[in-house]
């Protein structure tokens, strides 16, 4: 919309709201930047806490920046900083993210940019538009703003048939899964735990569902197998506990037989399998079974 | 008028030769030396420049492995050190003290983890975590010198190593500076931000020195351009920048962005060393994935060009000779920024001048290093299935569908890739490449709706299912064929990717296992010869001798463990 781009800020208060309104995101859903939580001095890994956050602006400089930006950047750079139409995403741009208060920014508001008309601000209120711009979380793992409100798509009835087919040798509606969406009410740790049980853990979730442990058999030449619940195992040494609690570890020899029983191997069997759709349809039948 | 003064252009480079010989002359590295076969020394990132990581020692083989001892272990402490130094002891070495250098006033706290290469050089190993140096003495481990960089901040993620010329050490950091140390007492001679802060970079390559130029590329998570630059190793002058990514109305492969705001913001960086071929002096290297990485329809509906590709540059300017993309348009962050493998070989009978890489997209890629003319392309994970099958150029052609979505796209690989940074080797006598992979789902949910799309690595969850399986994998070079495949026992859903790989003359495959073991195999045929449970291996293993043995040298998170025979 780059018509919108030539309203000067003096003239056209109206069209501008006008056009700032067919962009999709709303004001509201940004959050301004936190400010840094812990103390100063040590830093953590990867991604979010890596770098400095900028300290939150003066909030009257901020609400004048606000209005200001609404109606003369906002029809073309959209009303998140995030771009809309004709204007570039403000908020991973260079030259903000190297401004500290409206020193860069200002000379390509007075001088203009590209298909970007001038803007006769003042230099205070370019300093409140550093305010207003500045205020934005801005990060590589960026939040998520307009979340879909569900990850129901399937189809139940399609996803009953499936099930039937496919799951209904080790599992019953009436019997291990009897009111499972109620037991797990969130759809997508639904999703998780009967794609795989335990996969899906942390970040607020609740307890997954978990399988019973692998089990295995270890036999040694000459002697009596031995077997228990899996502890670890690798090339070299295998390790279990028996029914009597007792920890056993194993040298594995070309010579020793070690048979894992891994009771999620039908579930890993069935990714090679599913089509996005099933999974969508099977969770979709599970929702139902309340 | 007085005596005419020489053009200054050749008193430098007069001026020039004179220090260089002086530099040499009084010891440290000749470049040169980084031309020879891999042997005794371990002078850059992958040994030699051809990144085979094949080393010609042979006194330990497998007719002796399984005597393999440990000859030492060296823990190394991050950190500014203590705030008053030690006093010196009564007899013996004086304990060595750290230099602290650094613009920022923060520390890393996230615990040292080597991920990196080690430079054995004259006897010295050289050794980096992020914000530290180490040097230690390659007899025993010993610690001769720590030099420590207190940090602005940054992605602390890894350190791949330094690098060396006469005697300066050369290494980057989190918050975006290449640093010059003083090899022979960790001194720092100049520090240079080449990257952008504000824009949230982060440097983890290590270095190469091809002649008198310093190599490295940049990381980033945010948008921003990735780059490759070369630098005045006396100086740190920039020398050249090349960029990823269309920078400017005109550039080549602007066609395949959006629009030129788009390409811009599309990142492809260079953040793992590549490899350099003297004959032709391209220096041969991968670019990461396009961003933002995953909501991809701000980046429009084109390759994005010049990310997820293998790329040669001239040396000396940093002009681009030539470019193969691995994944065009990738929607899920798998780089190709993997150190490519030069490698002289045969194809259809005729001698031919390769590169060749295993992609963390799950493909395998056999070029000519001379043109890039693809000549193989082979899948070598089993499970990869974002991809239809190949282009009438030999790149995988992706399912859209399985980019992501709102309820879920069951993917794999997941975001680690097949494989990812950890080194894969290739030996002249098999004729195969030796790549550490792993065969893994996740469902990658779209979580931003917004037709916008998202920055970064933003707008999607990935939620692990399962991983299949943690292998060894060796492909033929002329068929892209799996030779062998080593898959380790790992108890149920328990099974990382392993480490990096070194493959010896004396017929040995080193590694780790994704339980703590270092292990020694034969790389004819994956068998499975010797090992030591040291904790999981955190870099490739290396070898170079010293005292007129061979050792072999690996690291396990904060430790140093070298290996020889007595």
């Known amino acids: ?290 | 008028m007085t005596m005419p003064r020489p053009p200054a252009r050749s008193l430098a480079v007069a001026l020039a030769l004179a220090a260089t010989g002086a530099l040499f002359a009084a010891g440290g590295l000749d470049p040169a030396q980084i031309l020879k076969p891999l042997g005794d020394s371990w002078p850059t990132y992958s040994g030699d420049y051809s990144g085979r990581r094949y080393s010609t020692l042979a006194e330990i083989n497998q007719s002796n492995v399984k005597r393999l001892g440990l000859a030492w272990a060296s823990r190394l402490v991050a950190g500014p050190g203590p705030a008053v130094p030690p006093p010196a002891p009564p007899f013996g070495p004086r304990p060595s003290v750290t230099v602290v250098g650094g613009v920022g006033d923060n520390d890393f706290v996230g615990g040292t983890v080597v991920k990196g290469g080690v430079l054995a050089v004259n006897g010295v190993l050289y050794v980096t975590a992020p914000d530290n140096v180490w040097a230690l003495d390659a007899q025993d481990g010993r610690e001769l010198w720590h030099f420590y960089w207190r940090t602005r901040g940054g992605t602390h993620i890894g350190n791949r190593g330094a690098a060396m010329w006469g005697n300066y050490l050369f290494f980057v950091t989190p918050d975006d500076y290449l640093i010059s140390l003083d090899a022979r007492t960790g001194q720092e001679r100049w520090h240079k931000e080449i990257a952008p802060f504000s824009q949230q970079y982060f440097l983890t390559s290590a270095p190469v020195v091809v002649g008198n130029h310093v190599i490295v590329g940049t990381g980033n998570d945010l948008d921003s351009p990735g780059y490759l630059m070369a630098f005045d190793p006396e100086t740190g002058e920039q020398q050249w920048r090349w960029y990823a990514v269309p920078m400017n109305p005109g550039d080549p492969g602007l066609e395949t962005w959006k629009n030129l705001d788009a390409a811009r913001n599309g990142g492809g960086h260079p953040w793992l060393p590549g490899s350099y071929d003297p004959e032709t002096r391209l220096y041969i290297f991968g670019t990461g994935n396009p961003t933002p990485a995953y909501t991809s329809v701000a980046r429009g509906d084109g390759d994005n060009l010049f990310t997820c590709a293998i790329v040669a540059v001239h040396v000396d300017t940093g002009k681009m000779a030539w470019y193969f993309q691995t994944s065009p348009h990738d929607t899920h962050d798998w780089d190709s920024a993997q150190t490519p493998i030069l490698v002289d070989g045969t194809i259809n009978g005729k001698p031919r001048k390769l590169v060749v890489t295993a992609s963390r997209n799950g493909y395998y890629f056999t070029l000519d290093r001379l043109t890039g003319e693809r000549l193989v392309t082979s899948k070598f994970s089993d499970t990869a299935n974002w991809a239809d099958g190949l282009n009438e150029k030999g790149q995988p052609r992706r399912i859209p569908a399985k980019d992501h979505h709102v309820a879920g796209a069951l993917v794999s690989s997941n975001n680690g890739g097949a494989t990812n940074w950890p080194p894969q080797a290739f030996s002249p006598e098999t004729g195969l490449l030796y790549v550490p992979s792993a065969e893994a789902y996740a469902m990658y949910y779209l979580t931003e709706t917004d037709p916008r799309g998202a920055m970064g690595l933003g707008g999607k969850d990935e939620v692990g299912i399962a991983t299949m399986g943690s292998y060894i994998t060796a492909i033929d070079y002329k068929t892209g064929k799996t030779a062998w495949r080593h898959r380790f026992q790992t108890a149920a859903g328990n099974a990382g990717r392993a480490p990096g790989l070194l493959v010896t003359a004396g017929k040995l495959l080193f590694g780790g296992d994704v339980s703590g073991n270092f292990f020694a195999m034969d790389p004819a045929n994956g068998s499975l010869l010797w090992h030591a449970r040291i904790g999981n291996v955190s870099n490739a293993p290396q070898t170079y001798r010293v005292g007129g043995k061979q050792h072999v040298l690996v690291a396990s998170g904060d430790t140093l463990y070298a290996f020889a025979l007595y």
Not at chain 1, 88 to 107: F, M, T, Y
């Open chain 1, 1 to 290: 919309m780059i018509a919108c781009a030539a309203v000067t800020r003096s003239s056209a208060l109206g069209l501008s709201l006008a056009c700032l309104w067919t962009l999709g995101a709303a004001l509201a859903a940004q959050q301004p930047a936190a400010p840094p939580d812990g103390g100063r001095g040590r830093i953590g890994g990867a991604g979010i806490g890596a770098y400095p956050v900028r300290p939150p602006g003066d909030p009257a400089a901020l609400e004048r920046g606000t209005a200001l930006y609404k109606i003369n950047c906002a029809f073309c750079h959209g009303q998140d900083t995030r771009g809309g139409d004709g204007g570039p995403s403000l908020l991973r741009s260079a030259i903000v993210l190297a401004d500290q208060n409206g020193e860069l920014i200002g000379p390509v508001i007075e001088q203009g940019r590209g298909a970007m008309p001038k803007f006769a601000f003042k230099p205070d209120q370019v300093a409140d538009l550093a305010v207003f711009l500045h205020s934005f979380r801005v990060a590589g793992y960026d939040l998520s703003r307009q979340k879909p409100a569900t990850i129901l798509v399937g189809n139940a009835k399609a996803g009953e048939a499936y099930f039937n087919e496919a799951c209904v040798s080790c599992h019953s509606v009436s019997g291990d899964l009897r009111g499972i969406a109620t037991r797990i009410a969130d759809e997508r740790v639904l999703q998780q735990s009967w794609l795989m049980p335990g996969s899906m853990t942390g970040r607020g979730a609740p307890p997954p569902a978990r399988a019973r442990p692998p089990t295995v058999t270890v036999t040694e030449p000459g002697k009596p197998p031995v077997t228990g619940s899996l502890g670890r195992v690798d090339d070299f040494v295998v390790s279990l506990t028996t029914a009597d609690g007792e920890y056993r570890s194993f040298r594995i020899t070309p010579r020793t037989k070690v048979e894992v029983s891994d009771p999620l191997g039908p579930h890993k069997d069935l990714l090679r399998k599913y089509t996005d759709a099933d999974i969508h349809n099977v969770t979709a039948f599970l929702t139902t079974l309340k």
